[in-house]
């Protein structure tokens, strides 16, 4: 990858590409150390810090501690990621949504202007609740005319803004720089929150903690062991030969042509494992922004102890969603029916076996095997790490290292894989594509 970019800096259009980005980037992350009016942000600190493993910890980790900054891009991405995933199930569920999304740019630019919408929504909803939720003392009263009703208004309109002001700083990202921009704010924002953890825990090494040092050097050795077995698995998929005949048309001849339909093992990402975390966690989420209590007995209280992040409970429930939710989400994204019909009307076929329905079968057999491992992949990432942290907890004195341990989620691993891998297939593209130019030329 470090090739790669030094061979893109050397390229005027791309490096300037590379520069937007990173100027984007760069004014994503000072919104995100900017204070906002009215808000008190020692009260917002000590709230999600309270909140370790919960759903407030983990939009603070995805904006990169804005959200305990109380920062004016405090809710960051996360109303439009909810929004994506709520129209991605309603374009299966609603028959007029399914037929705009095939009506090609025109239909994905009416889809991506609801989404938006519902994200506005989305965004109000949740900045009320951050405001009501996190109580009296999170507002400082006197700062808008003396009054809270004004005070909680100007704080809500500045977190919606904040958080549209997000998604426009992700389109032009995607628009004019390299990669996917709301993907590249996700990966900055988790890298932030790592790099400061880990900041946080070298800092706080004395040099006669030795215990300290060691905890977090095994931490470290862990980490990259997984880091190495989740981008072995994101490049592993299974190639499935396709032949297609040759043929006439004019005085031409088509086809003759030997390739392959990847068909990845990962290939449902990460979005099995965030709705299975978005189900679980979702009645937290509802009790942390209305009925946010840390006394013991509240119902906060016994559900973050005995269905928060971490429980035995919570591992096994999440591991059984993620197998079931990577199976709906395989039919979702991969049809072997349209898959074989496409095959047929050029001209394919895969060799041993007819086309039509017994290539739609057997594409939809491959297709199970392969969502089988990969589900188990995905539960393995999602759990293994939590409980091998749990253990080398019990194993090590990791207090020190608390704080990695929180910052370094199964999810967050695999967005930042999954962007830093097609960040360097994009510009190994970008690349190519100029190298081709001056070939032609």
Do not use: H
């Amino acid at each position: 990858m470090f090739k790669t970019l030094k061979e893109a800096f050397k390229l005027k259009d791309v490096r300037k590409k590379i520069l937007i980005t990173l100027l984007l980037l760069l004014i994503y992350r000072i919104g995100c150390w900017i204070p906002t009016p009215g808000i008190v942000a020692q009260a917002f600190e000590n709230v999600v810090s309270s909140d370790q493993g919960g759903f407030l910890s983990i939009i603070s980790a995805v904006s990169g501690s804005a959200l305990a900054n109380g920062a004016i891009l405090a809710l960051g991405v996360t109303p439009y990621i909810n929004a994506s995933i709520i129209m991605q199930l309603l374009t299966f569920a609603i028959p007029s949504l399914e037929r705009l999304s095939k009506q090609g740019e025109e239909g994905k630019k009416k889809i991506a202007l609801y989404t938006k919408v519902c994200a506005l929504v989305l965004a109000i909803l949740q900045a009320v609740g951050i405001v009501v939720g996190f109580g009296a003392g999170s507002l400082d009263s006197t700062v808008f005319f003396g009054s809270p009703v004004a005070t909680g208004a100007v704080v809500v309109a500045i977190l919606v803004a904040g958080a549209m002001f997000t998604v426009w700083l992700g389109d032009k990202i995607t628009a004019l720089g390299i990669g996917n921009g709301l993907s590249l704010l996700i990966f900055v924002g988790l890298l932030s929150t790592a790099g400061k953890a880990v900041f946080q825990s070298i800092t706080s090494i004395s040099s006669t903690n030795l215990e300290g040092l060691w905890s977090i050097l095994v931490f470290v050795g862990v980490l990259i062991l997984i880091f190495a077995f989740i981008v072995f698995i994101d490049s592993a998929e299974r190639r499935i030969p396709v032949q297609y005949a040759k043929q006439m048309k004019g005085r031409k001849m088509y086809g003759g042509q030997n390739t392959n339909i990847p068909i990845k093992i990962n290939a449902n990402g990460v979005m099995p494992i965030i709705f299975a975390t978005s189900i679980i966690t979702f009645p937290q989420m509802i009790m942390s922004l209305f009925w946010y209590s840390t006394e013991e007995g509240s119902a906060y209280m016994w559900y973050a102890k005995n269905l928060g992040a971490g429980t035995w409970l919570y591992i096994v429930l999440t591991a059984l969603l993620i197998l079931l939710l990577s199976y709906f989400w395989s039919q979702v994204s991969f049809n072997p029916e349209d898959v074989s019909r496409q095959i047929q009307q050029n001209g394919g076929f895969i060799p041993g076996y007819r086309p039509g329905k017994t290539t739609a079968d057997y594409l939809k057999r491959v297709s199970n095997r392969i969502t089988l491992w990969g589900a188990i992949f995905l539960a393995l990432i999602a759990l293994v790490p939590s409980i091998l942290f749990k253990s080398l907890n019990g194993a090590l004195d990791l207090s020190i290292s608390g704080s990695l341990i929180n910052a370094f989620s199964a999810t967050g691993m695999l967005i930042v894989v999954s962007v830093a891998l097609e960040l360097d297939k994009q510009l190994e593209a970008q690349l190519l594509m100029r190298n081709y130019k001056g070939f032609l030329k």
